[in-house]
């Protein structure tokens, strides 16, 4: 039987567990002083989002901060928050301080800040690129869209007006592997992919925006943008053996 008072999707309790989550988020950016001084380090704004996003997601979603490692050894910046398939990604480093993972298994990529801006989105636009250029060496290859491999976005507790950060992250991304996927502003709403005037992840030709209302705010909209983005990520597994680069330490000559 189910507990009429279980916080299901839709019900008031639900909608509440959401707002909690969104001011949990705020106090941990608080604590962390994230708002009084110079930039936060980056194990602070990983830990502001990693509890709310594991509370949230699926067993088979890990959440860490760090940085991205192809099998040719380019490696990206700093990423706050990093998800990651945690069945079939290994963690080539990882201690409390930093891990590094390799591109294959990277499935979204979000860059924290204070503000949002039109420079925070054209650094997060400038890492993204980074990403989507690294090469890959999976176990099995998918067709990727560049918009969407890995997925990137910008949260953030303050920011323009969200019709003016829509027309900055058109203006930072000149090319698709530019593209931000999301920006969330806590106190304000969402910025998301539209395909003819209407939300859609898939395809994309425009930006549109929607206002943080008092059913779900601006963090229930996240999370519902960035479970469907998630969930249409291609699956693929990393090939250790190019990491390792076994195939160049073979003896293959007579004994």
């Known amino acids: 039987?189910?507990?009429?008072?279980?916080?299901?999707?839709?019900?008031?309790?639900?909608?509440?567990?959401?707002?909690?989550?969104?001011?949990?988020?705020?106090?941990?950016?608080?604590?962390?002083?994230?708002?009084?001084?110079?930039?936060?380090?980056?194990?602070?704004?990983?830990?502001?989002?990693?509890?709310?996003?594991?509370?949230?997601?699926?067993?088979?979603?890990?959440?860490?901060?760090?940085?991205?490692?192809?099998?040719?050894?380019?490696?990206?910046?700093?990423?706050d928050v990093l998800i990651y398939s945690r069945l079939d990604t290994p963690r080539l480093y990882n201690t409390p301080a930093a891990t590094v993972l390799p591109i294959e298994g990277v499935l979204a990529a979000i860059s924290v800040k204070s503000t949002v801006n039109k420079d925070a989105l054209a650094n997060a636009a400038q890492a993204a690129t980074q990403l989507r250029e690294m090469s890959?060496?999976?176990?099995?290859?998918?067709?990727?869209?560049?918009?969407?491999?890995?997925?990137?976005?910008?949260?953030?507790?303050?920011?323009?007006?969200?019709?003016?950060?829509?027309?900055?992250?058109?203006?930072?991304?000149?090319?698709?592997?530019?593209?931000?996927?999301?920006?969330?502003?806590?106190?304000?709403?969402?910025?998301?992919?539209?395909?003819?005037?209407?939300?859609?992840h898939r395809e994309f030709d425009d930006y549109g925006h929607a206002p943080a209302g008092a059913e779900h705010g601006a963090w229930g909209m996240f999370l519902a943008l960035l479970w469907a983005q998630l969930a249409a990520s291609p699956d693929e597994r990393p090939n250790l053996m190019a990491y390792v680069k076994i195939a160049d330490m073979l003896d293959t000559e007579p004994g």
């Not at 708002?35 to 509890?51: M, S, Y």
């Not at 949260?155 to 530019?178: N, Q, R, S």
Request: net charge neutral; hydrophobic share 40%; with cysteine.
């Open 1 to 79: 039987m189910v507990d009429d008072a279980a916080p299901l999707p839709g019900s008031e309790r639900y909608r509440e567990f959401l707002r909690d989550q969104s001011r949990e988020i705020r106090a941990n950016a608080e604590q962390a002083g994230f708002f009084e001084h110079g930039p936060t380090t980056g194990a602070a704004r990983e830990w502001i989002l990693r509890k709310p996003l594991e509370d949230v997601l699926p067993y088979r979603y890990g959440v860490a901060g760090g940085q991205v490692l192809a099998a040719d050894n380019t490696i990206s910046s700093q990423w």
């Open 136 to 200: 890959r060496a999976a176990t099995k290859r998918h067709e990727r869209e560049p918009w969407l491999s890995p997925p990137v976005y910008v949260f953030g507790f303050k920011g323009l007006t969200l019709p003016t950060l829509m027309h900055h992250a058109k203006a930072v991304a000149p090319h698709e592997g530019a593209i931000i996927n999301s920006i969330c502003v806590l106190d304000k709403g969402l910025i998301l992919p539209t395909k003819d005037g209407r939300p859609d």
